[in-house]
């Protein structure tokens, strides 16, 4: 007696992968047989979110069955969240797909990082040193990092949209699932990073993100302004760039974070 198996379901370009069903009990309590590929489907929610289940599956090389199993695995532990605001693209038929972006709790899984500590250290240097000192912490810190994007900037010659999408990928290197993303209709380019390792710690010392928001203007060499943070509590930290060069200040005040 012969049986027929199932044949895993290939992702078809223009077909849409059904909608997630509700995270069922018994997969998610399952033995965790491949994290990593779970943790590349995070990491690409970090990187490119908001993002469909079908854009993933493209991606990742993975079935429509599969995505939608990590998928439900990561809403299940509350890893990844639905995205509701609106896409700007043009509606199509049927229902739309659903969108996916990373929680603080998937933000927390894609590093391990010694926030508290590194929170108490700093209201220490303010009670010893004053809030002056904090200042001066940021920038040394994010002058290490400086060094490192400039030299990956140091190849790249073209106009600020080039160089954003070089930055993008140096920030990607560093840990920060950094992209660079036209903005259709303005003159502008928006620099997002979808993980921060010292976002929990920049929530009460902004004072990281706006050293980080200088360096980004030193090195494209153009005014650029911090739309929103993860800090401060948006789905990814989000910096406007000019597309048009101009002399950039050696410092510049921080847009809205909220």
Known sequence: MSATLPVAERPVPGRQVPDLPAPDRST???????????????????????????????????????????????????QIALHDAPTGTPARRGRPARRYVVTGTGQAALSHRYSELATQALRFLVEAAGPSAVEGFAERRVRDLEQHLEAALAQAEGDVTERTTVLADALSVEGYAASARPVPGTQAVQLCQGHCPVQDVAHEFPQLCEAETRAFSRLLGVHVQRLSTLAAGGHVCTTSIPITRSTAPTSSPEGPTR
């Open 28 to 78: 998610a309590d399952a033995p965790d047989t491949d994290a990593g590929t779970r943790q590349r489907v995070l990491q690409l929610v970090a990187t490119e979110g908001p993002i469909a289940a079908p854009e993933l599956a493209a991606r990742l090389d993975l079935t429509a069955t599969g995505i939608r199993r990590h998928l439900g695995l990561l809403l299940a532990s509350d």
